[in-house]
């Protein structure tokens, strides 16, 4: 077979899985899968704007009450009111993720408002690659934002989780160009590879010498040589490092008690057309938010630490 005959089979398989989920998406949940009510609270990170925006609307429209946050207040406001004016339960409150401040101040307007929540999804991210530009220079920013935003998050959030039957959930938005074992843009360094596969080996301390060590390489102007991704190289960097932090929260997270489990996993989009694309991507906003959303509500969720796409487990 040749290499224009497999590119367009594997066109044809996405098109039929698109297809796919656009049929699933029509079908509404029963009322025994239905785990969640108008009490359910889900948080949004980043939703004034393309797949949080989405997310936001999916989730509201389903019968969830989500707070949509926003770095820039104005902008989430308005969001919301679009929401809100369409008979949707969607609020908004300012949150900067890289702000330790920001965050504690959001996360005690939670806990006193709505004692707590229910499904938290990362969505708030940046990237300043567009077609096949790799310019790292807001590495420091894509790292702080996707990755240390991303782990910040998670760690202010998950005292303020509601303990229920269905096990609380998190969501991180992430990329297949993070991928440790990716056939195109994996890291060259073959035994930090074996040490990022290995969850026995992998550590938060491991993640965080890995980053800074690739934001050191940019500020020497060393990095082109020091086997990092090809493509997208900060934010792929980014990615992987939350790839992999989500493994290692779900192991942390495994033991906890029946009635008290938090389920972390997190999935890729997809190449969305958004602002963040330059709208340049190949599937809509809506369908790029779908596996978040299916994740987010899932019946009967036992999985947890695990990579998604198109509402299927991938490879990390």
Known sequence: MGKSEKTERAKERREKRRQEISLLRTIPYSDHQRWWSAETVAVVTGGNRGIGFEISKQLAAHGVTVILTSRDHSVGLEAAKVFQEGGLNVFCHQLDVLDTASITEFCDWLKENYGGLDILINNAAVNFNQGSDNTVEYASQVITTNYYGTKNMIQAIIPLMKPSAAGARIVNVSSRLGR??????????????????????????????????????????????????????????????VNTYTRLVAKMLSDRPEGQKIYINCYCPGWVKTAMTGYAGNISAEEGADTAVWLALLPDLAITGKFFAERREISF
């Open 180 to 241: 440790i074992n990716g056939k195109r843009n994996k890291i060259d360094d073959v035994i930090l590879r074996e040490k990022f596969s290995n969850l026995d080996t992998v550590t938060e301390e491991l993640i965080d010498q890995t980053v800074s060590s690739f934001l050191q390489q940019v500020q020497d102007g060393t990095w082109e040589s020091g086997g990092w991704p090809k493509t997208f190289t900060d934010y792929s960097v980014s990615k992987l490092a």
